[in-house]
């Protein structure tokens, strides 16, 4: 198959699905992974898509985000590894948590539901809700509605923060788009980063969920500074510039 030939398929693809994985492309054009990035970052220089690790998407204009259904095809064992510390070192019986729309959220949930941990969680996923829609579990729910955004699987919007607004919670976890040592945690959509906020200020405890991926990537909105967070939860240990500076500002980091 001829380059150009491969991008229009790679193109119909995104126009499709809006997004793709690259071994799913890999498999389906008979093609190296190599070839697959290669074309992915030619495209991206034309300005037609937006690359990601593992994958790439057509953003939007309103939200130029990873879509939720991209998102959670990746780095899904890292998720869990997050999920599993997370609900070891931070969440205890009788917590009322509020957790965000973000894919890691929803592994910790999910980890919640399974293991019957008996918290109540608050959030507007609607990953999170359908995992109570077939689950017989001690985890209690209270869902969070709103304007349906498909990007992020989520209820967002007035109603939605007004209703956040309504409760205070034990403890916060909330993840983001990228995280920044000059300008703290940042979002790609300001509906989500709104929401973000409101998570954060009507909760006693404040946790970010982030892979490695988030440090130092780029994003258009700011949800807040660091000093706002009691804690983070990574998959694998910050290089020795974040942990300098983890250190230098007091952060609890685990992974």
């Given at each position: 198959?001829?380059?150009?030939?491969?991008?229009d398929?790679?193109m119909?693809?995104?126009?499709?699905?809006?997004s793709?994985?690259?071994?799913?492309?890999c498999?389906?054009?008979?093609?190296?992974?190599q070839?697959?990035r290669?074309?992915?970052?030619?495209?991206?220089?034309?300005?037609?898509?937006?690359?990601?690790?593992?994958?790439?998407?057509?953003?939007?204009s309103?939200?130029?985000?990873?879509?939720?259904?991209l998102?959670?095809k990746?780095?899904?064992k890292e998720?869990?590894?997050?999920a599993r510390?997370?609900?070891?070192?931070?969440?205890?019986?009788?917590?009322v948590?509020?957790?965000?729309?973000?894919?890691?959220?929803?592994s910790l949930?999910?980890?919640l539901?399974?293991?019957?941990?008996?918290?109540?969680?608050?959030?507007?996923?609607?990953?999170?809700?359908?995992?109570?829609?077939?689950?017989?579990?001690?985890?209690?729910?209270?869902?969070?509605?709103g304007r349906?955004?498909?990007r992020?699987?989520?209820?967002?919007?007035?109603?939605?923060?007004?209703?956040?607004?309504?409760?205070?919670?034990?403890?916060?976890?909330?993840?983001?788009?990228?995280?920044?040592?000059?300008?703290g945690m940042?979002?790609?959509?300001?509906?989500?980063?709104?929401?973000?906020?409101?998570?954060?200020?009507h909760?006693?405890?404040?946790?970010?969920?982030v892979?490695?991926?988030?440090?130092?990537d780029?994003?258009?909105?700011?949800?807040?500074?660091?000093?706002?967070?009691?804690?983070?939860?990574?998959?694998?240990?910050?290089d020795?510039?974040?942990?300098?500076?983890f250190?230098?500002?007091?952060m609890?980091?685990i992974?």
């Amino acid at each position: 198959m001829h380059k150009i030939e491969r991008q229009d398929r790679i193109m119909d693809l995104l126009y499709d699905n809006g997004s793709i994985l690259v071994s799913d492309v890999c498999e389906l054009l008979n093609c190296s992974d190599q070839t697959i990035r290669r074309d992915l970052q030619e495209l991206e220089e034309k300005g037609k898509l937006k690359r990601i690790h593992g994958g790439a998407f057509i953003p939007t204009s309103e939200d130029r985000g990873v879509p939720v259904q991209l998102r959670a095809k990746l780095i899904v064992k890292e998720k869990m590894h997050m999920a599993r510390i997370t609900a070891d070192s931070l969440i205890r019986d009788d917590d009322v948590i509020m957790l965000d729309s973000s894919t890691t959220c929803a592994s910790l949930a999910r980890h919640l539901i399974s293991k019957g941990i008996r918290v109540t969680i608050i959030s507007n996923s609607v990953s999170i809700a359908c995992e109570f829609s077939s689950a017989q579990t001690n985890t209690g729910f209270i869902c969070i509605g709103g304007r349906y955004a498909e990007r992020s699987g989520s209820f967002d919007g007035p109603e939605a923060y007004n209703a956040f607004c309504g409760y205070i919670a034990d403890k916060a976890f909330i993840s983001c788009n990228a995280l920044s040592r000059e300008h703290g945690m940042l979002d790609n959509y300001d509906s989500q980063m709104e929401i973000r906020r409101a998570i954060l200020s009507h909760s006693r405890e404040r946790y970010l969920l982030v892979d490695h991926t988030k440090f130092d990537d780029k994003a258009s909105f700011i949800i807040g500074d660091l000093s706002q967070i009691n804690g983070i939860v990574t998959d694998e240990q910050p290089d020795d510039e974040w942990m300098e500076y983890f250190d230098r500002i007091g952060m609890k980091v685990i992974w």
